[in-house]
């Protein structure tokens, strides 16, 4: 123990001298102090401190900065943190006010948020604004008075907003009404509020939407005019992200004489509506010429807006199901005299090879084909669609791959599967999976929509 405290002493004997130190050596052997005036020498812990400072500036300066850019870093931290916690949204129950507080509802914050993106109600809302609600199962459609809508299907990540198909940042989700819940159409409120964000009378909308995350409350509101009046109500697809390029207007842009692609061609023919003789399509466009694919025999025809929607839909078609060529145009315009040899033909066959009286052929023959003046082809406006290689127009083309994508995306391009196999009652014809008829974008969509035949369109509208 003494050696340890000796040996501590003869090392702090040996240490070297400090500048004061030194100085009041210096001048004791140049006799210009009296040591024993001299204080005696500090060696606290804070002297020695100071003396360190002095010694070794640039080091103690790098710690101090580096202690005080620590604090500010730690103080931004918690700022943020305590900022985080006082802004976070709140997870109480949705209230949802329609016009006012005697007509509101309470949703669960768990119903409301799914995937972390708050979802609402929108058939409510359109009740509450008389926006008309029609379709069923996994598909509903808003409209407004002046003819806009917008289509949701059930597990779909966009909508269709007047034709045209839009992103919804979500997936809409479409259920049937139940003893304890009403029939619902939950779409993201982000999509609820540019939908009814869009202005009819000047800058101001029909609907006004306002949401508070402090308190998770979400009023909505129709606006009025000074007379008291609610202002109209429009849908838009401007404010929306476009889902998929629109391959019409590429068509378009090609041939700008043509005027508009969605214009309406909804002439009936049928069996109660003959076209005559004398009837001629104006503006035949060669689908031939226009890159459509077709059997390698004869020039197929039809009215301009069809011809283009059709190598547009087609065009799709090919690039969807990954093959080229495989679905072929076989018929498309067919004039009076052609039409009238094709029965000719059929019933002919039908009494040659199966002993058919001319009544019975004809009787048999009009079930699948039109006489001459009553087919739809002789309108222009329509085309029968075989896969290629094959001979014979029949109902095993619904099983092709082809089938499937028309069935689904034919509408978007302005044609309909014209004889449904649930509507021959009505049409007077068999079903006919391989025959589309151009109508339009807007009237196909509503045919779509609402499982209609052309019949029954043209008699609600």
């Given at each position: 123990m003494n050696e340890t405290k000796q040996s501590k002493k003869e090392k702090e004997s040996y240490a070297p001298l400090s500048e004061d130190e030194l100085r009041m050596l210096k001048a004791s052997q140049e006799g210009e102090i009296d040591r024993s005036t001299l204080p005696p020498h500090d060696n606290s812990d804070m002297a020695k401190a100071k003396r360190y400072v002095k010694k070794n500036k640039l080091s103690v300066l790098f710690v101090l900065l580096t202690v005080i850019i620590l604090a500010a870093v730690l103080f931004v931290l918690g700022f943020m943190l305590v900022s985080s916690l006082l802004n976070r949204p709140s997870t109480d129950d949705f209230t949802v006010i329609l016009g006012d507080e005697d007509n509101k509802y309470t949703v669960k914050y768990e119903d409301a948020m799914i995937d972390d993106v708050f979802y609402l109600d929108i058939i409510k809302i359109a009740k509450y604004a008389d926006i008309v609600v029609s379709g069923k199962e996994q598909r509903i459609k808003l409209m407004c008075e002046d003819g806009t809508y917008v289509r949701f299907e059930h597990g779909k990540n966009t909508a269709t907003v007047n034709g045209t198909r839009v992103h919804l940042k979500g997936t809409a989700k479409i259920t049937e009404a139940t003893d304890k819940k009403d029939f619902e159409c939950l779409v993201p409120y982000s999509f609820?509020?540019?939908?009814?964000?869009?202005?009819?009378?000047?800058?101001t909308p029909g609907v006004r939407t306002v949401f508070s995350s402090k308190d998770n409350k979400v009023q909505i509101g129709r606006v009025l005019y000074q007379s008291g009046t609610p202002l109209p109500i429009s849908f838009s697809a401007d404010c929306f992200d476009i889902a998929e390029e629109d391959s019409l207007l590429s068509y378009k842009a090609t041939y700008p004489e043509l005027t508009s692609i969605c214009s309406k061609k909804t002439m009936l023919v049928n069996k109660n509506n003959p076209l005559g003789e004398g009837f001629t399509p104006q503006g035949l466009f060669s689908l031939n010429e226009l890159g459509c694919p077709v059997v390698e025999d004869g020039d197929y025809l039809l009215i301009s807006d069809a011809a283009l929607s059709l190598c547009a839909m087609m065009n799709d078609l090919e690039k969807s199901i990954g093959k080229k060529d495989s679905v072929v145009?076989?018929?498309a315009y067919r004039s009076y005299s052609k039409q009238k040899g094709l029965f000719s033909t059929y019933v002919t066959e039908l009494m040659e090879y199966k002993g058919y009286t001319r009544e019975q052929a004809e009787a048999e023959v009009s079930k699948t084909a039109a006489r001459a003046g009553y087919s739809e082809h002789q309108s222009g406006l329509c085309v029968?669609?075989?896969?290629?290689?094959?001979?014979?127009?029949?109902?095993s083309f619904e099983g092709c791959e082809a089938f499937a994508w028309l069935k689904d995306n034919a509408?978007?391009?302005?044609?309909?599967?014209?004889y449904p196999k649930d509507k021959i009652s009505i049409t007077g014809y068999s079903y006919e999976p391989w025959h589309y008829r151009f109508v339009g974008i807007d009237a196909a969509t509503v045919i779509y929509e609402d499982n209609l035949c052309l019949e029954e369109y043209l008699a609600k509208f």
């Open positions: 609820i509020e540019k939908l009814f964000s869009n202005p009819t009378v000047g800058d145009v076989t018929s029968d669609l075989i896969e290629k290689g094959k001979l014979e127009l029949d109902e509408y978007r391009y302005g044609f309909i599967l014209r």
